[in-house]
């Protein structure tokens, strides 16, 4: 009976982390005859698990959405990663989510075990989460995007870019991605026989049409790489600074533009991330304590010339000062 249970919960885990298996995938994984596998599956129905099944060579399992949200399996990295990132959501800029992510998280940490609580609680206090400047986005529309991708099946919507009449488009999602404040659809556009990036905010109307696609090579490193070269978006630069201040005087001085990692009672390391070198040497220049460029060489190169250009001025003070 151990046995059996066990494996029902290794089932049940699988049906929630994919929208469609085949039976013969899923017995695979389990370790067990399709016979079993049909009584497992049985056994989840009786205790109200809605999984729906179809017949033939694209025939399977998947567990459909019901009357009420079935309890979910999650291991302890899960369980933690949910609780901080629900944490986060009402900065995300996705439309409605700021109340339901307090509800979520009340819910979640409430159900958490000490030892992960005291997790949650760690990452939450040292994560800093700038509030989103960019247009909001419609959780439907980001979640149905987002499944689509991970299931790989093509997905039709109406997109409406830049200057131009609204269109509609048929693709092969390939990832989400976050930048800048908005956020991107990186996908195979099957009406242009290309790599496009689209924006959610401008996207309408997303719909999985049912029909799974094998996965494509990106032109790219990643899809971050990708979006940033289809937008013209600037790479931004990661700066570390070893700075002679105690860490409590940086962070005050940086807020949450920056990421500050305690060396010592009287020294820390700076992390900050920025398109711009302006703003890393103007805060450096707030804390008002000596400081070692440790990367990257541009922003060194950067702090040399702001360094020559201010010794220059104080050169012309002295030159044109009246005598006595």
Avoid at 82 to 109: C, H, N
Avoid at 130 to 138: E, F, H, T
Avoid at 233 to 260: C, D, I, K, M, N
Wanted: glycine share 8%.
């Amino acid at each position: 009976m151990a046995n059996t249970s066990a494996r029902t919960l290794r089932l049940l885990s699988l049906l929630q982390t994919h929208r469609h298996w085949s039976g013969l995938e899923l017995a695979d994984r389990l370790g067990v005859s399709e016979r079993t596998l049909r009584r497992d599956i049985e056994r989840l129905r009786e205790l109200g698990y809605p999984i729906g099944a179809a017949r033939g060579t694209d025939g399977g399992y998947q567990l459909a959405a019901g009357a009420v949200l079935p309890p979910l399996l999650l291991d302890d990295e899960e369980a933690v990663a949910l609780a901080v990132g629900v944490g986060d959501a009402a900065q995300s800029g996705i439309a409605g989510m700021e109340e339901a992510s307090l509800r979520a998280l009340t819910k979640v940490v409430r159900v958490l075990p000490p030892r992960l609580r005291a997790r949650v609680d760690a990452l939450r206090a040292m994560t800093l989460s700038a509030a989103a400047s960019g247009p909001v986005v419609a959780a439907g529309v980001l979640t149905a995007v987002a499944q689509a991708c991970r299931d790989e099946e093509r997905l039709r919507f109406g997109y409406t870019a830049r200057g131009s009449a609204p269109t509609e488009r048929e693709v092969e999602p390939h990832r989400v991605v976050a930048l800048g404040g908005r956020w991107y659809l990186v996908a195979y556009d099957l009406g242009r026989h290309d790599w496009r990036s689209f924006r959610l905010d401008r996207l309408t109307e997303p719909a999985a049409t049912g029909t799974r696609f094998r996965p494509r090579t990106l032109p790219a490193e990643d899809a971050v790489a990708f979006v940033q070269a289809a937008s013209g978006a600037p790479v931004p630069y990661t700066v570390e600074v070893l700075v002679h201040a105690p860490a409590s005087r940086v962070r005050q001085a940086v807020g949450r533009w920056g990421t500050v990692d305690p060396l010592d009672q009287d020294s820390c390391r700076l992390t900050m991330t920025s398109v711009s070198l302006d703003w890393p040497t103007q805060a450096l220049g707030n804390v008002g304590a000596e400081f070692e460029v440790l990367g990257p060489p541009e922003f060194a190169a950067h702090v040399q010339e702001w360094g020559a250009r201010f010794v220059r001025a104080t050169r012309f003070v002295r030159a044109t000062r009246a005598p006595g």
